[in-house]
């Protein structure tokens, strides 16, 4: 059984403290006590130290009341023994761990008023009443300070794990939106042209092969591109994405028109433009169903305007996680995306080529 509780802030500090007894034991020493007086300072010291170890395992009212015990020890004893006035000290040191610094305030008074109220009650010498007076305000004062000091402590630790967590739980998000910007992309193609080998192995075996060795290719792309996420890596450029944008949507089938002007991008920006547009067709290629798709870029008003359209059979207004995940990453740099499906699917997006900010 722990007679403290496990803290690294407490130590071993509170026994140490426990050497103020010694002037509780000065009185009966120094009057040569009687066998009775010495079973009541034995007493005391027993029922103090163990409401002094128990209130280091308390808070709020509890600890007050446990604190109210040595008060009262304080007020009983300090009549017959000058040293009892210690009890007010370590009354006073606990009373600034109550509550707030408020509360402490209020406490630490109350109980200079019962010193000031036994003083002058009980005809305590000068000594005595000013000792218990002085100690127990520049003791429950410094207290306060450490107490306060103790309490922000704690909060910017609370502040801290939770700001971990939402880092954690932010790269998280990250990760599953890296995974899904390079991998949905390159899967798609591979599915798409797989399936093309296969209905073309029997008619065109030539060109079945091709596509098999385009496959393989993508694959190893596929496998590169996985190892450069993993190190943090992003895309290598909007220019080179619009290639490839092109070549998957003609072995898709669909017709792709490309219409872009330099809008000067800052690299964070075509980062992100480079992984929309990568989703953009992926999506097109995958459940569009359309014989064109078109794109546009251009700088309109000192905005970045970037336009994405097909003329496929549509969808829903729900956003998948890849429509989601292209929203949190333009929403980041301080842009919009909007979004239309009534004929076909239409996104513009809209990007402030004067705000630097990092994805």
């Not at 190892?227 to 450029?237: D, E, L, T």
Request: charged share 25%; glycine share 8%.
């Amino acid at each position: 059984m722990r007679l403290l509780p496990k803290d690294h802030y407490l130590g071993w500090t509170p026994y140490a403290w426990l050497v103020y007894l010694c002037f509780f034991y000065m009185q009966p020493i120094l009057a040569h006590a009687g066998v009775k007086e010495w079973a009541l300072t034995i007493g005391a010291t027993i029922i103090f130290v163990a409401l002094y170890l128990r209130g280091y395992w308390l808070c709020g009212w509890q600890l007050i009341l446990n604190t109210s015990g040595i008060v009262l020890l304080g007020v009983v004893l300090s009549p017959h023994n000058p040293g009892a006035v210690a009890f007010f000290i370590y009354a006073s040191a606990f009373l600034a761990f109550v509550g707030e610094t408020q509360t402490g305030l209020k406490l630490l008074c109350a109980l200079l008023a019962i010193i000031c109220f036994e003083s002058y009650f009980a005809h305590l010498s000068l000594g005595t009443w000013l000792t218990a007076l002085v100690f127990s305000a520049l003791v429950g004062g410094v207290n306060l300070h450490f107490a306060q000091a103790k309490r922000q402590a704690e909060r910017l630790k609370v502040a801290h794990e939770e700001i971990e967590h939402l880092a954690k739980v932010a790269e998280r998000e990250r990760i599953a939106r890296d995974l899904h910007d390079v991998l949905g992309h390159t899967l798609s193609v591979i599915v798409l042209k797989s399936e093309l080998a296969s209905k073309l192995i029997e008619r065109d075996s030539e060109r079945a092969k091709n596509e098999i060795r385009d496959v393989e290719k993508i694959s190893r792309d596929a496998l590169s591109e996985v190892r450069q996420a993993i190190r943090g890596y992003r895309s290598q450029g909007l220019s080179e994405e619009m290639a490839r944008a092109r070549a998957t949507l003609e072995t898709a089938g669909v017709r792709f028109d490309c219409d872009t002007s330099t809008v000067g991008l800052s690299p964070a920006q075509e980062s992100v433009l480079a992984l929309v547009v990568r989703e953009a067709v992926t999506n097109v290629v995958r459940h569009a169903e359309a014989k064109n798709c078109k794109l546009q870029l251009d700088r309109v008003n000192g905005d970045c305007l970037l336009q994405i359209e097909d003329d496929g059979r549509g969808g829903s207004q729900i956003e998948g996680s890849g429509i989601l995940g292209m929203r949190e990453r333009i929403e980041a740099l301080g842009g919009r995306i909007e979004r239309w499906t009534e004929k076909g699917t239409r996104i513009k997006i809209t990007l402030p080529l004067k705000t630097e900010s990092h994805a």
